[in-house]
């Protein structure tokens, strides 16, 4: 049969007999599979036209459907032609028997499938295009987010080097940062030895904006605004089947991470001018009256580069009147100092013995209206009078102070409280407490960093900090403090700033601590010598005494502190009236250390012969350290 | 604190100053330069009138002080006003009378007449 419908029809046609053999191909066919039509009429199968996959479908499915149902319908196979497979749809019947196609023959219709297939691969490339895309868009977003929230220098380059082992897909990675002047700085590594990578040569980079592939490796440069702040290099995993590391991706992370540094170079210079203030803020000399003794300690949060608004003063408010305050002003970084120096500032300028804490809050209310930053600050302040021990004393949002009596259990001073400065529902006049000091009793202020914390209650903060304070009032003030922080901040995860204050009212005993470098060595015989005048002593009692304890601090900072300057040799002195009326000063200097008896030809020897001299009696003790014990009359005079 | 010499006069001691306070705080860190501000001193007074505090370290000074000029064979006296610290202390340990003159006119009195102010200390 071969007429122009059958030859030229827009599908292939065939007609097979029982066993597939080809009776009839139309020209359609034969253009496809590139035969001429004797070579397949008659000698090819149909399976034989079929690619591997094709035919054994055919044996499998296709011709045990012909037998039984007769026809196949919309089948998907591959014609094998001389240009390669073509996709074809296929369908085919069996024909009843008529005039011109006898019982037993197949017609089969085959439809070029060539441009569905093609749409289909479009299909699948697009497919695999747009998760490539969306792999990158979600490695940037990583890389960008932990750059954006990394802080500090050192925190932008581990956030970079995570990043670079992490979502960009580098086997292991080094970073070089740029120090002004001298270049490249050391090399930091990640997943590999420091120094393996070959540092990259700064001139070669300077054109260069854009991630490129040298010596195995990805080298990206980090620029900033305006100059290269550093230089990534990446190591690809080297297994076949491996995701290459991706030019577009990494030169996007690259200019991130440049501005990235940029802007943690300006934090950490912005930090420490911030710091800066804060230290200067603080660093205060407390009033030199031998009736009080206070040791302080601030310890910044865990973010080194962010300082907090905590704070601590003393002062004379007046005559004899001495100020504590520890406040804590809402926020971090600079704006926070500046506007906690400006608050310290008005608690100064605002205290004075006709106000009081009660009053002294309220108008700082009126100040913290001007000063926005300021407003909800805490603070907890208090007015000891120096002569009689007499504590007035407010807290604004604070927590209370902790009262440590020389005999006896701390408490805390739940009086006196009122809400945070300028918070709106505060009263109108700001209440106050009074509490009578007993000599030796100690006051501590702190902010809350020192109790609160995530993982216990206030209350349970509170109770701990009790517990730790208990049983330390014969410590020295700077050892509780110490001592304090260490085991209230112990196991922290988060950290707050905390700024702790100690104060010690002495009334008749005088208290004070020498370090190993004796800088303080001269300020603690002047403020001896001051309490003795206060005490009465004449002027000779003075100088004897003065003298004599000097010898002995001298000592026992050479002998049993060593030189190590976290020891402190502690001296007190009190009036003792004896028995029968005698007034004596009598001087402890107690160290830590083991007491040497001195050569006698060197001058501590000599020092041992005037403290002999000048005093009437001495006693040296040895329990935990060495306490020298000096009794001397008081001879009172007018001078 | 400070210690100095004053500048020296035609066939005058050579006269080093201390004021302030002489301490174990700083007299340590003096010790050291002694030996070079006497080497060629025809005779030596130290002057601790204006001195406020005064302890062993200061005896040290004084003692070193005495070797170097015993050693040179160089007159040497100390001006300690009696009733002020360095004059206390000097007593104290039994030095007073053996280098210690009433202020520095005498001082200098003595180190020009050997006679006076025995070169030899005794101790």
């Known amino acids: 049969m071969s007429d122009d419908r059958w030859d030229d029809a827009p599908c292939g046609l065939l007609t097979l007999d029982r066993d597939g053999t080809v009776l009839d191909a139309n020209r359609t066919v034969l253009g496809w599979l590139g035969r001429e039509r004797a070579d397949v009429v008659g000698g090819a199968r149909l399976q034989d036209l079929l690619a591997v996959g094709g035919r054994i479908y055919w044996d499998t499915h296709l011709a045990p459907l012909l037998h039984v149902d007769g026809r196949f319908d919309e089948v998907a196979l591959e014609l094998v032609t001389a240009s390669g497979r073509l996709p074809v749809v296929?369908?085919?019947?069996?024909?009843?028997?008529?005039?011109?196609?006898?019982?037993?023959?197949?017609?089969?219709?085959?439809?070029?499938?060539?441009?569905?297939?093609?749409?289909?691969?479009?299909?699948?490339?697009?497919?695999?295009?747009?998760?490539?895309?969306?792999?990158?868009?979600?490695?940037?977003?990583?890389?960008?987010?932990?750059?954006?929230?990394?802080?500090?220098?050192?925190?932008?380059?581990?956030?970079?080097?995570?990043?670079?082992?992490?979502?960009?897909?580098?086997?292991?990675?080094?970073?070089?940062?740029?120090?002004?002047?001298?270049?490249?700085?050391?090399?930091?590594?990640?997943?590999?030895?420091?120094?393996?990578?070959?540092?990259?040569?700064?001139?070669?980079?300077?054109?260069?904006?854009?991630?490129?592939?040298?010596?195995?490796?990805?080298?990206?440069?980090?620029?900033?605004?305006?100059?290269?702040?550093?230089?990534?290099?990446?190591?690809?995993?080297?297994?076949?089947?491996?995701?290459?590391?991706?030019?577009?991706?990494?030169?996007?992370?690259?200019?991130?991470?440049?501005?990235?540094?940029?802007?943690?170079?300006?934090?950490?210079?912005?930090?420490?001018?911030?710091?800066?203030?804060?230290?200067?803020?603080?660093?205060?000399?407390?009033?030199?009256?031998?009736?009080?003794?206070?040791?302080t300690t601030y310890r910044p949060g865990v973010e080194m580069l962010e300082v907090g608004g905590d704070w601590h003063d003393i002062f004379l408010a007046g005559d004899g009147l001495l100020a504590l305050c520890v406040g804590d002003v809402v926020g971090r970084g600079l704006a926070a100092a500046s506007a906690m120096g400006q608050l310290r500032s008005a608690v100064r300028a605002v205290a004075g013995p006709e106000a009081g804490p009660g009053r002294l809050l309220s108008r700082l209310d009126r100040f913290v209206e001007q000063v926005e930053a300021a407003s909800m600050a805490t603070l907890a302040y208090a007015e000891l009078d120096l002569a009689t021990g007499e504590l007035r004393y407010a807290c604004a949002g604070h927590p209370p102070p902790l009262l440590v009596p020389a005999d006896g259990e701390p408490r805390l001073l739940w009086d006196g409280r009122s809400p945070p400065l300028g918070a709106f529902t505060r009263p109108q006049h700001r209440g106050e407490a009074r509490v009578r000091l007993a000599e030796g009793d100690r006051l501590l202020l702190y902010t809350d960093?020192?109790?609160?914390?995530?993982?216990?209650?206030?209350?349970?903060?509170?109770?701990?900090?009790?517990?730790?304070?208990?049983?330390?009032?014969?410590?020295?003030?700077?050892?509780?403090?110490?001592?304090?922080?260490?085991?209230?901040?112990?196991?922290?995860?988060?950290?707050?700033?905390?700024?702790?204050?100690?104060?010690?009212?002495?009334?008749?005993?005088?208290?004070?601590?020498?370090?190993?470098?004796?800088?303080?060595?001269?300020?603690?015989?002047?403020?001896?010598?001051?309490?003795?005048?206060?005490?009465?002593?004449?002027?000779?009692?003075?100088?004897?005494?003065?003298?004599?304890?000097?010898?002995?601090?001298?000592?026992?900072a050479e002998h049993g502190l060593r030189g190590d300057p976290n020891e402190a040799v502690r001296v007190r002195a009190v009036v003792d009236r004896r028995a029968d009326g005698r007034d004596d000063v009598v001087v402890t200097v107690h160290d830590r250390?083991?007491?040497?008896?001195?050569?006698?030809?060197?001058?501590?020897?000599?020092?041992?012969?005037?403290?002999?001299?000048?005093?009437?009696?001495?006693?040296?003790?040895?329990?935990q350290g060495t306490t020298v014990v000096l009794r001397s009359r008081l001879q009172k005079g007018s001078s | 604190m400070t210690f100095e010499a004053l500048p020296d006069r035609d066939g005058g001691p050579t006269v080093l100053r201390a004021t302030g306070e002489l301490d174990v705080a700083v007299v340590p860190a003096l010790l050291p330069e002694v030996p070079a501000l006497v080497s060629a001193a025809g005779s030596v007074v130290l002057d601790l009138s204006d001195v406020t505090f005064f302890d062993s370290s200061g005896v040290r000074l004084v003692d070193l002080l005495t070797r170097e000029c015993d050693a040179r064979a160089t007159p040497f006296r100390v001006v300690a006003p009696p009733g002020g610290p360095p004059r206390r202390v000097l007593e104290l340990v039994g030095m007073a009378d053996a280098v210690a003159s009433d202020d520095l006119a005498a001082a200098i009195c003595a180190v020009h007449s050997p006679d006076r102010a025995p070169r030899r200390p005794q101790r």
């Open chain 1, 90 to 295: 296929m369908s085919a019947a069996a024909s009843p028997g008529s005039e011109d196609v006898p019982a037993g023959v197949t017609r089969v219709a085959i439809h070029s499938a060539w441009e569905r297939s093609r749409y289909e691969q479009e299909l699948r490339a697009a497919r695999s295009v747009a998760e490539l895309s969306a792999r990158r868009t979600r490695a940037l977003q990583h890389a960008t987010a932990a750059l954006s929230s990394a802080l500090g220098v050192d925190g932008v380059a581990a956030a970079l080097l995570a990043a670079a082992v992490g979502p960009l897909g580098a086997r292991s990675s080094t970073l070089w940062l740029t120090d002004p002047g001298t270049g490249l700085g050391a090399g930091l590594a990640e997943g590999e030895a420091a120094g393996s990578a070959a540092a990259p040569v700064l001139g070669d980079l300077a054109g260069r904006r854009e991630a490129f592939v040298e010596g195995g490796r990805v080298v990206v440069p980090l620029h900033g605004q305006s100059t290269l702040q550093g230089v990534l290099s990446l190591r690809p995993y080297d297994d076949p089947g491996a995701d290459p590391l991706d030019l577009p991706v990494l030169t996007a992370v690259g200019q991130q991470a440049g501005l990235a540094l940029d802007r943690a170079h300006l934090y950490e210079q912005s930090a420490s001018v911030a710091h800066e203030l804060q230290r200067s803020l603080l660093a205060i000399a407390p009033p030199d009256d031998p009736r009080f003794a206070v040791a």
């Open chain 1, 449 to 556: 960093g020192l109790v609160e914390r995530r993982d216990r209650t206030l209350d349970e903060g509170f109770e701990l900090l009790r517990e730790t304070v208990t049983g330390s009032a014969d410590a020295p003030l700077e050892e509780v403090v110490q001592q304090l922080t260490r085991s209230m901040l112990r196991d922290e995860s988060t950290r707050d700033d905390v700024c702790v204050l100690l104060l010690s009212w002495n009334g008749s005993v005088f208290e004070r601590h020498v370090g190993a470098d004796l800088s303080t060595l001269s300020a603690t015989r002047h403020a001896l010598g001051g309490w003795l005048a206060s005490r009465g002593a004449d002027r000779d009692t003075q100088m004897d005494v003065v003298l004599a304890v000097s010898e002995a601090l001298a000592n026992a």
């Open chain 1, 593 to 623: 250390g083991q007491w040497r008896t001195p050569d006698p030809l060197i001058d501590r020897g000599r020092g041992l012969r005037i403290i002999e001299a000048l005093v009437d009696d001495m006693l040296v003790r040895h329990e």
